[in-house]
């Protein structure tokens, strides 16, 4: 695939005299297995890196939710096959400081070692060069740091699953002051918070080079106007990522600080041995600072994908690009204001939860633009099932569920009776989670062909398609509904109240749609394996669409483009009518009467 | 050209698909109204569809029904099997006087949100189905600013949103905060109550005869907070160890007890019985069992309690006793 890489070599730096940033970033290519599979500087290997840790982390979230379920519908019975090997002290019953072990990492794991790495490491890296006309990242060493940094850190969370007195179990948002050492003791939560802070480490890394990379490597003639939607929601998603996520790091640091040397940054006078004031609020707003974007963090990418899958398949150009590209960035900007809706019931000032309901009811104007604009590409389209598309169906079904929900939520007076309930796990989950699992695995049967030069089976893609899609929805509006009745999160066992004893069959149906989803995956595990060597082979544009990433031989060659392109059109020119005949016309190819120069 | 697509558009078959969308949606409005007959439609296909469901339900409620008087109370009728889904999966009933303005704005929000919702799924299945790729079908091609309509249309229906879910969530945030979160109840037949939770057990502290807090004659619970009905309490909140979330359900109203820090919430009851009470913050590995009973009672009855339990307080105290001492001085400003 790149035997001629050296006359390429030459050839393409006499072009690129005018381009010096391009220039820089011919790299030979390595021939040793550490340089090429290992420690590569190549973004298609790294990004493949991220998909495969990222899998492997989502593999083991997705069993902790499964043992979550198992609780909940069937409390005090051993957990089947596994159990007796985990916890042999209760004959395999998963005792109740474990399970809250098991939504504490399930949490942590699913968001920042599963779908922070699919969604921005796998996606980011394979398709920003390829979709900019790059050869690479601005920093490919920074890009390979990034990667190892995360591995560093998964690697440190996955052992502080095995240390004495047990892994974290504070939750997710890990508040003071059930997470100092007086009532969490151990290493685990330590360690936990030193491996969440090298994932942000590794984040912010990522973030950096996305952000430059978008910025100085677009090809010559590329207009911020020509920039596909996937990257449009990926440089937002940098951007938030970089201011953020140093906020986050703070609040992990002090808290570690507490933790390990007895600072009392997060403790009240009346708990501390000191007697030294501290406020473990002040955590609570650090924390949320970040956790607010955090969804949209790894959301944007996401609606970036599907508002561009949308138009590829749907054979027509993106409606209303210049308004989804804004409604994006006007939604980065406002999640940056809202995140006291997370702390309605800690005693806030009446006049900051006002405030808060109304910048968080200010972004469904943008979101609804976007939404709406979505049916808009759909409208009038010539629609192509592929499994891409599937999948950004879905997600737009369950972004559209999710978003309206979120309304409960934003209001301070329905959210005060809905905090904390299963009606908010419900919610967030269909927004965040499922939307973009959805569009990660959308983003994998969309590239499969470019990393592999060989299609994924379609049928064995549907089927884990719609065994997963189903019982994803019945899963999170059932839970809605057990929310609404009273039903708390982070319960090991809520038929201790008797308000919610007769919830015990929805959580059972629940249970059952978990393990049809859990074991639906693994289809796709299959597909994936086996499509690789005996997938169906595909030419170097199976979806027949214009961006740049399909104008190179599949599997991408090492250094990408020949020739660095020269960009002419914008992403979505499909069905043109100046074209007759023509499906879509090339990012890089002139034609009078519909190009820029 | 115009005119053949004007006429296509105009075939009995498109005729058709319009007018199902139509029944449709209002089959789906009519599914979730009250006593409707759809919705009955509704509850025999969720019944029939999932029978383990009915006969379980209806086993837990005999079973509960069997049991002492107060737990069938605390209840409540939600959990019987033979409402409609929706009562059924209700949240337990509104006791306090401003619980039926949050019911009411739930319900009105999921209401139309619900409309929006199906209108997106007509819009989604309709395209999906008319423009899916077929010969002879051609994608029309638009950025989405072709005809003044395709410009508006996102811009009218956002704004529809917008005006018809947003604006009446903020309204009746406002109002919630005037009226209720920022209204706290004053004059002296307030009922004031203080309360620390702790690591897993809920404290109460009633002024005792005095109406002075932290004195001999305050009463002390654990799990148990007496109340009168019709009159207002108001309660201060600060937590011992970590983070507790108190909520009662009935009461719809929730609020959390951080330590060092005073939080405060009120709630008038309208109904006697007993409620349950439950940790919503996560706060350890007992947080599941961290439950405290609310006993609503008539005024006289309470009076009674009141004035009996603090004379035994006032005898059974043990200056000595320093755990007896965890109330705080209040005010006004906490």
Redesign the interface.
């Known amino acids: 695939m790149s035997d001629n890489n050296q006359d390429q070599t030459t050839e393409v730096k006499a072009y690129n005299k005018l381009y010096s940033n391009h220039d820089d970033h011919l790299h030979p290519e390595p021939t040793s297995i550490w340089t090429k599979y290992i420690f590569s500087f190549d973004h298609k290997v790294i990004a493949k890196q991220f998909l495969v840790y990222g899998l492997c982390w989502g593999f083991l979230g997705a069993l902790m939710s499964v043992m979550i379920r198992w609780c909940l519908a069937q409390p005090g019975v051993p957990f089947p096959i596994i159990g007796q090997f985990l916890f042999p002290h209760t004959g395999g019953v998963i005792p109740?400081?474990w399970y809250?072990s098991l939504f504490t990492m399930h949490g942590t794991i699913m968001i920042f070692f599963a779908l922070t790495p699919l969604i921005i490491g796998f996606l980011g890296n394979y398709a920003i060069p390829l979709m900019i006309g790059a050869r690479d990242m601005l920093f490919p060493w920074l890009n390979m740091a990034s990667f190892w940094v995360f591995f560093a850190s998964g690697l440190i969370m996955l052992y502080s699953i095995f240390v004495p007195m047990g892994p974290s179990?504070?939750?997710w948002t890990s508040?003071?002051?059930?997470a100092h050492s007086?009532?969490?003791p151990g290493p685990g939560h330590s360690l936990w918070l030193v491996a969440l802070f090298l994932a942000g480490v590794s984040s912010l890394m990522g973030a950096i080079n996305y952000i430059s990379t978008i910025i100085r490597l677009r090809a010559p003639g590329m207009r911020w106007r020509d920039l596909p939607l996937t990257l449009w929601g990926i440089f937002l998603t940098s951007i938030l990522n970089a201011l953020f996520l140093p906020v986050l790091a703070a609040g992990l640091l002090l808290l570690l600080i507490d933790r390990e040397f007895g600072t009392t940054f997060f403790?009240?006078?009346?708990?501390s041995e000191a007697g030294t004031?501290g406020?473990?609020?002040l955590y609570q707003h650090l924390f949320w600072i970040f956790g607010h974007p955090e969804v949209y963090i790894v959301i944007l990418p996401a609606w970036g994908l599907v508002s561009d899958l949308l138009s590829f398949f749907?054979?027509?150009?993106?409606?209303?690009?210049r308004?989804t590209a804004i409604s994006m960035s006007a939604i980065s900007v406002l999640s940056a204001l809202v995140y006291g809706h997370h702390m309605f019931?800690?005693?806030l000032s009446?006049l900051l939860?006002?405030a808060f309901?109304?910048l968080t009811?200010?972004i469904?104007?943008p979101s609804?633009?976007f939404?709406?604009?979505w049916?808009?590409t759909?409208?009038?389209?010539?629609?192509?099932?592929t499994n891409p598309m599937l999948f950004s169906?879905g997600m737009?079904?369950t972004f559209?569920?999710g978003g309206?929900?979120g309304?409960?939520l934003?209001?301070?007076?329905?959210n005060?009776?809905?905090?904390?309930?299963y009606f908010v796990v419900g919610h967030f989950h269909l927004t965040m989670a499922a939307s973009s699992l959805l569009a990660s695995y959308a983003a994998v049967y969309f590239y499969f062909p470019k990393m592999y030069g060989r299609m994924m089976n379609k049928r064995l893609g549907q089927a884990h398609f719609w065994l997963s899609f189903v019982p994803i929805v019945y899963i999170f509006v059932t839970m809605m509904?057990?929310g609404?009745?009273?039903m708390?999160?982070?319960?090991?066992?809520?038929y201790?109240?008797?308000?919610l004893?007769?919830?015990?069959?929805?959580n059972?149906?629940i249970g059952v749609a978990v393990a049809i989803a859990f074991f639906a995956q693994f289809i796709f595990v299959f597909n994936y394996w086996r499509s690789r060597h005996h997938g169906v082979k595909c030419g170097s544009n199976p979806w027949e669409i214009g961006t740049l990433e399909w104008t190179i031989p599949s599997p991408a060659p090492y250094y990408n483009f020949k020739e660095i392109p020269v960009v002419h059109n914008g992403p979505h020119e499909?069905?043109?009518?100046k074209t007759p005949g023509r499906l879509f016309i090339p990012q890089d190819e002139y034609v009078e009467g519909v190009s820029h120069s | 050209m115009m005119q053949m697509k004007t006429a296509r558009r105009n075939t009995m078959k498109t005729k058709l698909i319009q007018f199902a969308i139509v029944l449709g949606m209002a089959f789906s409005l009519g599914m979730l109204a009250p006593g409707s007959g759809a919705q009955s439609a509704l509850q025999t296909v969720v019944r029939t569809a999932i029978p383990e469901a009915h006969a379980q339900t209806e086993e837990t409620y005999h079973q509960l029904d069997t049991t002492d008087g107060a737990q069938t109370h605390a209840v409540g009728k939600e959990a019987n099997p033979n409402e409609y889904f929706w009562n059924r999966y209700a949240p337990p009933h509104s006791i306090s006087t401003y619980g039926h303005r949050i019911d009411w704005l739930f319900k009105y929000t999921s209401w139309a949100a619900f409309v929006f919702f199906m209108i997106m799924v007509i819009a989604l299945g309709y395209f999906i189905i008319k423009y899916r790729e077929r010969p002879g079908h051609k994608a029309y091609y638009t950025h989405g600013k072709s005809t003044k309509s395709e410009k508006w249309a996102p811009k009218f229906l956002d704004l529809a949103v917008f005006v018809s879910l947003d604006l009446v969530l903020m309204g009746s945030s406002y109002l919630h905060t005037r009226d209720i979160m920022w209204n706290y109840p004053q004059g002296e037949d307030v009922v004031k109550v203080q309360i620390m939770p702790q690591q897993w057990a809920w404290n109460f502290r009633y002024a005792g005869k005095d109406g002075i807090f932290n004195t001999p004659d305050d009463i002390t619970t654990i799990n148990e907070l007496r109340i009168p009905k019709g009159t207002p309490v108001l309660a201060q909140i600060k937590s011992k160890d970590v983070i507790h979330g108190f909520m009662a359900p009935n009461v719809r109203s929730q609020i959390d007890a951080i330590p060092g820090l005073i939080t405060k919430f009120w709630f008038d009851a309208t109904e006697t019985g007993d409620f349950e009470i439950a940790c919503y913050h996560l706060c350890g590995t007992a947080h599941y069992k961290m439950k405290a009973f609310m006993t609503v009672m008539e005024e006289s009855d309470y009076e009674e309690w009141f004035v009996e339990s603090s004379e035994w307080a006032q005898a059974a105290y043990d200056a000595e006793d320093p755990s007896v001492k965890w109330g705080w001085n209040w005010s006004i400003n906490n």
Not at chain 1, 267 to 271: E, F, P, Q, V
Not at chain 1, 378 to 385: D, N, Q, T, V
Not at chain 1, 574 to 577: H, I, Q
């Open positions: 109740p400081d809250s179990s504070v939750g508040y003071p002051t059930l007086q009532w969490t403790l009240a006078a009346s708990i004031q406020d473990p609020i749907a054979r027509k150009p993106a409606f209303g690009y308004a019931t800690t005693g009446p939860t006002a309901t109304t009811l200010l469904s104007i609804g633009i939404f709406l604009n049916l808009g759909l409208w009038r389209g010539s629609i192509r099932f169906l737009v079904f559209g569920l309206l929900t309304l409960h934003a209001a301070v007076s329905t005060i009776m809905l905090h904390n309930t509904i057990v609404y009745a009273g708390h999160r982070r319960t090991y066992n809520p201790e109240y008797n308000y004893q007769h919830l015990l069959a929805l059972q149906y499909l069905s043109n009518p």
